[in-house]
């Protein structure tokens, strides 16, 4: 089985990405599942349920959030009806939606989760470490492929994460600092990781925003609306090569696909 991991979706550049991307991926049998991670679809923060369905009619089977996961009012309601977005599985008990969701595919269900880390993140987060293997220990046998996005700021938590589920997972892929890196390796133990995917949208910014308005924050300290950039539009993320039988990953690759020049 072929699995797209499609990095954090940044406003309308990066749903068009997808659009262009996702469907002709599956025709052609590049992917059988696309996974991509939404939570700066609306304007760089959170997403609505009119905007995640735009994502699902763009070939997304399954939607993985982060740290913008509250920023629109309708969120919480939205993430209780719909069964295949998934939202930090070690936020507090209590909040609404899924951090682990079973998605149905032509050999079987594939789990998703999702960890949020908590160096320089969430202080609400519980650990993701001991809350994913409590995750494991109780879902033991129910799943053999598993996917696991650690939407991270610091790479160490999202190395150390790698670790802590090799062999035990399908893969680990890192969001959330929209910077794609270049370390994709599938372990000995069967378990594919990579530390950001990167960013799909537009790429001639500051991680998506424009860059006067960043610069103009930097160099000043003051308030600045974060405008979402429009130029080089690119989609970028992994395609996983997994043999569902067993659960292990055969192969990563790094995605980059330019979608537009840059303006």
């Known amino acids: 089985m072929k699995i797209l991991l499609v990095g954090d979706i940044v406003g309308g550049p990066g ?4 659009a262009r991307v996702g469907p002709r991926e599956k025709a052609e049998g590049g992917a059988d599942v696309v996974v991509a991670n939404a939570v700066y679809r ?3 923060r959170g997403i609505t349920s009119a905007l995640a369905e735009e994502l699902f009619a763009g070939g997304a089977d399954a939607l993985t959030m982060g740290d913008h996961v509250w920023d629109q009012k309708e969120a919480a309601t939205y993430f209780n009806k719909e ?4 939202r930090a599985l070690n936020l507090p008990p209590g909040c609404p939606g899924k951090g682990a969701i079973a998605i149905q595919t032509k050999e079987g269900p594939l789990a998703v989760v999702q960890l949020m880390g908590r160096t320089f993140m969430n202080a609400m987060a519980d650990c993701p470490f001991r809350t994913m293997d409590e995750w494991l220990k109780k879902n033991a046998g129910q799943y053999k492929t598993i996917l696991v ?4 700021e610091a790479t160490s938590e999202k190395v150390a994460m790698g670790k802590f589920l090799d062999g ?6 890192g969001t959330h600092t929209h910077i794609q890196t270049a370390d994709e390796a599938v372990t000995a133990k069967g378990t594919a990781y990579i530390t950001d995917l990167g960013m799909t949208g537009p790429c001639d910014s500051v991680i998506g925003r424009t860059t006067d308005a960043i610069l103009t924050r930097f160099l000043t300290g003051m308030p600045t609306k974060f405008e979402i950039a429009s130029g080089d539009v690119r989609l970028h993320g992994a395609l996983l090569s997994v043999d569902f039988a067993t659960g292990k990953a055969l192969k990563i690759k790094r995605v980059e696909e330019i979608l537009s020049k840059p303006s």
């Open 83 to 86: 069964p295949r977005i998934v």
């Open 42 to 44: 609306a304007a760089g």
């Open 168 to 173: 035990r997972v399908t893969a680990v892929f």
């Open 15 to 18: 749903r068009m990405a997808l």
């Open 149 to 152: 996005d650690m939407h991270a």
